[in-house]
T-cell receptor, first 112, second 110 residues
Framework: DVKVTQSSRYLVKRTGEKVFLECVQD?????MFWYRQDPGLGLRLIYF???????EKGDIPEGYSVSREKKERFSLILESASTNQTSMYLC?????FGYGYTFGSGTRLTVV | LAKTTQPISMDSYEGQEVNITCSHN???????ITWYQQFPSQGPRFIIQ???TKVTNEVASLFIPADRKSSTLSLPRVSLSDTAVYYC???????????FGQGTELSVKP
């Protein structure tokens, strides 16, 4: 089974901190994605990557950046965390577009 | 990108068959239809994907009529553990930008 592992289940950070959310997949998938999930808003795509060092903006990229230096790892960076970035963050991967995603368990980030 | 519409919530009882219908009037020729299941505090889990007609796996069936403007996820003989949110997604294999709607919250009662 494909595994997508997110480094932390819960994180508490202070406003203004730089935050790194790490995601690793172990099945050599080409594509990786970062979503955030909020009550009433569903899942919203932040960024995705279809190759190493490649990235594409999703629907809500403002306040975030990403890094994909290795195929298996996709990092989401909050340059200066703000309280409105308190959310559940979900990483996903798939082997090619048109195929199902495999999601990680999520990181619940609280910014205080 | 095609938008999906599905019921916000559904109730069922153990052992019943549950059918959740998703409307996607603007589906494009290259779009696939995919369903996910999500439990609280977990990431969504892929259930089934199809393009047309009927697809069946060990978990569910997916029925897609000829015009592909809707699809129905069928869960046979649900149990309490099937209580979850079910998402219908429509997307092509080019842009990778699958859009999640609000999902259907299924509650299975004893």
């Amino acid at each position: 089974d494909v595994k997508v592992t997110q480094s932390s289940r819960y994180l508490v950070k202070r406003t203004g901190e730089k935050v790194f959310l790490e995601c690793v997949q172990d099945m050599d998938h080409e594509n990786m994605f970062w979503y955030r999930q909020d009550p009433g808003l569903g899942l919203r795509l932040i960024y995705f990557s279809y190759d190493v060092k490649m990235k594409e903006k999703g629907d809500i990229p403002e306040g975030y950046s990403v890094s994909r230096e290795k195929k298996e790892r996709f990092s989401l960076i909050l340059e200066s965390a703000s309280t409105n970035q308190t959310s559940m963050y979900l990483c996903a991967s798939n082997r090619d577009f048109g195929y199902g995603y495999t999601f990680g368990s999520g990181t619940r980030l609280t910014v205080v | 990108l095609a938008k999906t519409t599905q019921p916000i919530s559904m109730d069922s009882y153990e052992g019943q068959e549950v059918n959740i219908t998703c409307s996607h009037n603007n589906i494009a020729t290259n779009d696939y239809i995919t369903w996910y299941q999500q439990f609280p505090s977990q990431g969504p889990r892929f259930i089934i994907q199809g393009y047309k007609t009927k697809v069946t796996n060990e978990v569910a069936s997916l029925f897609i009529p000829a015009d592909r403007k809707s699809s129905t996820l069928s869960l046979p003989r649900v149990s309490l553990s099937d209580t979850a949110v079910y998402y219908c997604l429509v997307g092509d294999n080019q842009g990778g930008k699958l859009i999640f709607g609000q999902g259907t919250e299924l509650s299975v009662k004893p």
